[in-house]
């Protein structure tokens, strides 16, 4: 069955990222072939062929048997980027077992994070038709998750320069200057995100001073033009930039830095430009950087020149109705009512979420002090019966006791007249005697006397 999505809690894309690209793309088709089981199974199951053709970059098999089997002795700390209010920081393993047997890849969740991922808080869909296609570095790939995870929302936040460390698994004494971390990772992350991916983004940095200090990252969904699907915008953007690499023969960082100067500018000064509706905007963007952005040309001509173009795609937008920035107004308004109830549902959604939890908190607890209570009364009980079977054993061994002493006064008294039996014989065979004796005393004396 074939995956086109992975559904991820906000709190799984912002991770510490400890672990690679490749265990990290693993890892989302590893969440995906799990999700529609999350109910009825513990223990999951997915063919390596397949896992393989989600990672073409996984050719070799022992390599992504160690992706997997790393990502359970790893401990990977979670919400590392506090732009959650009130989130909560977490750390566990990704994965708390792994095996393969016969060309399967057996696997399992931690109890903590199977709840997490059952019952997401905020959650998003990760293309892995994208993940397929990036061939990029790591950090473009976990910049790109972090701005799809608020491309309806246009902007990451801000957050501390330390929190992006982390999140992206850049250790303090790697490029501690803002200069070097800037060139070697936030500047190639931009490119592979803009070149490679279904994304357009650009940074903005708070300054304390002469220090940089915050940073957030501005998203623009490209699927927003609703010409096609975003893997196929993709395909068409990755093979645009590479023409376009070719035909101005212009390094591409230092053009997407220019073009990033003009659309700062066309921001900044063009009325034309805020009033473009998001379509045209999309496709102004585009012009101006297949045929207006090159180095050889004066910075000042390339900004000139895109506004003029603003003002042109402005005027063509106007020319189609011209009652067309009344119905683009009511159209925003109507936007951002709609916009305003859909967060008022999720608000109503989460308290009665948060209703539901508290009253299963609530049971949980009743039944918690029910089950205490019966272990009371069985202690009680089981303490009574205790001390009635102590009592009869007492009774018992004082009965057997006093049996004993009978006995033994019994056997005494037997043996006292098994020893004085030959003095009583002796004494009546001396009283028969006497008794005798007497007896012939008597007739003898009658006998004289007679």
């Known amino acids: ?23 990290q793309q693993v890892w989302n088709v590893l969440l995906a072939f799990a999700f529609d089981h999350f109910d009825q199974e513990y223990h999951y199951k997915i063919p390596i062929v397949a896992l393989q053709e989600y990672i073409p970059a996984a050719s070799n098999r022992k390599h992504l048997e160690k992706a997997v089997n790393d990502l359970v002795n790893i401990p990977i700390g979670f919400n590392v980027l506090q732009t959650v209010v009130n989130s909560v920081r977490e750390s566990y393993s990704l994965l708390s077992s792994a095996r393969f047997k016969e060309g399967i890849c057996y696997y399992q969740f931690p109890k903590n994070l199977k709840q997490r991922i059952s019952d997401p808080v905020s959650c998003t869909e990760i293309n892995l038709l994208i993940q ?31 929190e992006l460390r982390q999140y992206l698994g850049i250790q303090t004494e790697q490029y501690p200057l803002f200069k070097d971390f800037n060139k070697r990772v936030i500047k190639p992350a931009l490119q592979d995100v803009n070149s490679r991916t279904d994304l357009n983004v650009s940074a903005e940095f708070k300054r304390k001073g002469r220090i940089v200090t ?5 998203v623009e969904y490209c699927e927003d033009t609703g010409e096609k699907p975003s893997h196929e915008l993709l395909l068409e953007k990755q093979d645009n930039h590479a023409t376009q690499e070719v035909v101005t023969g212009t390094e591409p960082l230092l053009k997407n830095k220019l073009f990033q100067l003009v659309l700062d500018d066309l921001a900044l000064n063009s009325h034309s430009f805020k009033r473009l509706v998001p379509i045209n905007k999309a496709r102004l963007k585009r012009e101006i950087f297949s045929n207006y952005i090159s180095s050889r040309e004066e910075l000042s001509d390339m900004i000139s020149d895109s506004e003029e173009l603003a003002d042109s795609f402005y005027q063509q937008q106007l020319s189609v109705n011209p009652g067309k920035m009344d119905e683009l107004q009511a159209g925003q308004e109507q936007m951002v009512l709609e916009e305003m109830e859909e967060a008022l549902k ?105």
């Open 1 to 23: 069955m074939e995956k086109v999505n992975v559904i991820k809690d906000f709190a799984l894309i912002r991770i510490e990222h400890k672990i690679s690209l490749l265990q």
């Open 346 to 450: 999720n608000a109503e959604h989460r308290v009665a979420r948060e209703g539901a939890r508290k009253k299963k908190i609530d049971e949980a607890l009743a039944e918690a002090r029910r089950r205490v209570e019966q272990r009371l009364e069985l202690e009680t009980f089981e303490k009574r019966m205790d001390l009635k079977i102590l009592v009869e054993q007492r009774l018992e061994v004082e009965r057997r006791q006093k049996q004993r002493n009978i006995n033994a006064l019994v056997k005494a008294g037997k043996e006292a007249e098994q020893r004085l039996a030959p003095e009583h014989k002796q004494i009546k065979m001396e009283m028969d005697e006497i008794r005798a004796a007497r007896r012939k005393g008597i007739e003898r004396l009658k006998h004289l006397l007679g």
């Open 214 to 218: 915050k940073v957030r990252f501005i």
């Open 132 to 162: 397929k296609q990036y061939k990029g570095g790591s950090y473009g790939w976990f910049l790109y998750e972090l701005c799809y995870s608020v491309k309806e929302e246009r902007n990451t936040g801000w957050f501390l320069l330390a």
